[in-house]
């Protein structure tokens, strides 16, 4: 018997029934429960209105939803919180994908599975005439996966349906939102020298968006990430440094006003100069620049974050960018009770910090470094170090606390830096103890202590900042996403094409676009 199906948004038409002896013959079985499930009549076969969703060019997202136009015609949407995904989508109003329970693991590698026969089937499962007696229109059947689009009935909402439908249903697998799919756009800003003519890396800001004719696609994606968003000024990346210069103007705005001097709470603090230190802050302010330089201004460079603040932390006292421990402790400590990690009685600023970017990388482990970075301040913020710059895969730390505390991830980002031509920098240190991601790191534009905003720098530190970056775009985006899932979501979707270079060779890149949803 031929089975002919035709789907349309207004209705499921079969234009013949599925006999029993046809469906017996299909090889591929489906691990459906009946015996749960209401035996109910099918309900009466009336059309429902036509579903308006042609030529989507739009997405909002409301209290209580939003018309979309889209080649003349209206799409209701509304915004969800997907607790899986720990963000807030647009989804089609009245409406939901519900899959059944059925056994893929006979398809093979090579299914060629009649999709008319499995179309047919999964319309006249029980449960499915049962959905369809409670007001559920089932308007387009996607057999292959068994799953169908449904309107929900009327008054329903997706939340009410998710929740519960697979306990009513026990072979009811998933309930999931007609959800808005971006399209892979993106987004430039204007400052000179970001949309300087590419032709060698210190021409140009490379790292974001590389279009030299040799290599095109070593870079962060960032463009087609700073579509997806660009950041928010409610979150904050702390730059442990030698502090930062205030008043540059493609820096100044982006800068907390508070800021950490010699262990303490400072007005317009993290400024060596100002703080009358003879230390030189423009290791920091490089560092500052790459995360947030004032961005879409006209002038400079730009920032990874559009939007978001940079908060100074000099732990730096020596004119040689060196430190003491003891002081990195304390302003880790006070970093702990900024973030709310620490209860005291000190005043503190309260700030959303959700980075700590850090350039140092020791060849020491520290005890009660380990323990403050593993077990309190990544619980708040994403952690991201430099690998180092000595050329070398020995353990570094912060970078690899974890190969010394034994635990797996260490919530620290180790990051090495490459080269336009997706090689390792030189001096960059790498492998599996100090290298988790790669990210840009020769020849990097940025802000210098003077204001200029044509200095090429080169190292690991000029790496990490990418990273950090990335952490505060993804936070701003997903507010409710916590710092160790971010983290996660760095290193889960590292940028594996085209693959890097040379030997050694690093790590897969950060990218901007995947982390921030774009897959």
């Not at 308006?52 to 060019?57: D, G, R």
């Not at 509304?78 to 989508?89: F, K, M, R, S, V």
């Not at 907390?256 to 303490?264: A, F, H």
């Not at 952490?471 to 760095?490: C, G, T, V």
């Amino acid at each position: 018997m031929r089975i002919c199906l035709k789907t349309s948004r207004g209705g499921v038409l079969l234009s013949a029934l599925v006999m029993l002896a046809v469906l017996s013959l299909f090889s591929c079985g489906h691990a459906s429960d009946h015996s749960s499930a209401p035996q109910l009549a099918a309900a009466p076969a009336t059309a429902p209105p036509p579903h308006k969703a042609n030529a989507l060019t739009g997405a909002g997202a409301g209290g209580g939803g939003n018309n979309l136009l889209g080649g003349g015609e209206e799409l209701q949407v509304e915004p969800w919180y997907d607790a899986d995904a720990g963000e807030t989508i647009n989804i089609v109003s009245g409406e939901a994908i519900i899959n059944l329970a059925f056994d893929f693991s006979g398809l093979g590698d090579d299914p060629q599975v009649n999709i008319d026969i499995l179309d047919a089937q999964f319309a006249q499962e029980p449960t499915i005439q049962a959905l369809q007696a409670q007001g559920y229109q089932l308007l387009e059947v996607f057999g292959e996966v068994y799953g169908g689009l449904f309107r929900l009935p009327a008054g329903a909402s997706f939340q009410g349906a998710f929740q519960a439908l697979p306990a009513q249903y026990p072979n009811i697998v998933a309930v999931g939102p007609n959800d808005l799919v971006p399209l892979a756009q993106s987004r430039h800003p204007n400052d000179p020298w970001y949309n300087h003519a590419q032709t060698t890396e210190w021409e140009c800001q490379w790292g974001f968006n590389n279009t030299m004719d040799i290599n095109p696609n070593y870079d962060v994606d960032a463009p087609e990430g700073w579509y997806l968003g660009i950041g928010s000024d409610n979150y904050v990346v702390a730059v442990i440094d030698t502090g930062v210069q205030r008043g540059l103007l493609d820096l100044n705005s982006r800068l907390t006003t508070w800021g950490l001097s010699n262990d303490t709470w400072t007005p317009n603090g993290g400024n060596p100069r100002l703080d009358q230190s003879n230390v030189d802050p423009d290791h920091g302010t490089n560092v500052a620049g790459i995360i947030g330089a004032a961005t879409d201004n006209a002038y400079g460079v730009a920032g990874g974050c559009w939007n978001g603040k940079i908060l100074p932390c000099q732990v730096a006292r020596y004119s040689d960018g060196t430190f003491i421990r003891t002081s990195l402790l304390k302003t880790y400590r006070l970093l702990g009770e900024a973030m709310g990690v620490y209860q005291s009685t000190r005043w503190h600023p309260e700030l959303n910090i959700i980075a700590i970017n850090m350039s140092y990388a020791s060849s020491h482990y520290d005890y009660s470094e380990g323990n403050s970075l593993y077990y309190y301040l990544s619980t708040k913020a994403v952690c991201v170090a430099g690998a180092g710059n000595d050329s070398t895969s020995a353990a570094r730390y912060p970078a690899a606390i974890g190969s010394k505390m034994g635990v797996y991830p260490d919530y620290v980002i180790g990051v090495t830096g490459y080269r336009s031509d997706g090689t390792l920098i030189p001096d960059g240190n790498y492998g599996p103890l100090n290298a988790d991601i790669s990210a840009p790191g020769r020849n990097i534009l940025t802000v210098d202590m003077y204001g200029q905003d044509k200095r090429p720098r080169s190292g690991t530190s000029m790496a990490a900042p990418f990273v950090s970056a990335l952490a505060l775009l993804r936070k701003s985006k997903s507010p409710f996403m916590n710092a160790r899932f971010i983290h996660n979501k760095i290193l889960q979707y590292r940028k594996t094409s085209p693959p890097m270079q040379g030997n050694p060779t690093p790590p897969p890149s950060v990218s901007y676009y995947l982390v921030m949803g774009g897959y």
